[in-house]
């Protein structure tokens, strides 16, 4: 579950790949990120088994969150069938983003 992409590439194929995927872009010196994470991991594997989650490290493959317009650290971005849904940067509410979530991905596998 915990992939690192580091291409666009990569992303566009993870996306096309997965029905529901989240792709995290963080920072190892961002500490919101790092706390922000285990908390990610934890939430898609309790309540969204089916949600793929890849992880872009912004820091080391600034080209990567440049080409999809990201430029700020943590950024979540939740696709559903290929489709961008929803962003989510900065300050991001783990019961909020469990929101964001739920409806489309409700729909989707149940």
Request: net charge negative.
């Amino acid at each position: 579950m915990d992939k690192e992409l580091t291409t666009r590439q990569e992303v566009e194929t993870f996306v096309k790949d997965n029905t529901a995927a989240l792709i995290y872009f963080y920072s190892d010196n961002c500490a919101p990120c790092i706390s922000l994470r285990p908390k990610v991991v934890q939430l898609l594997e309790e309540e969204y088994p089916k949600m793929q989650l890849s992880f872009v490290n912004s820091e080391k493959y600034p080209a990567v969150p440049a080409a999809f317009g990201i430029f700020a650290n943590p950024t979540l971005v939740s696709y559903f069938e290929g489709d961008e849904y929803r962003r989510e940067s900065k300050y991001v509410s783990i019961p909020q983003l469990s929101q964001l979530i739920a409806r489309p991905y409700n729909m989707i596998f149940d």
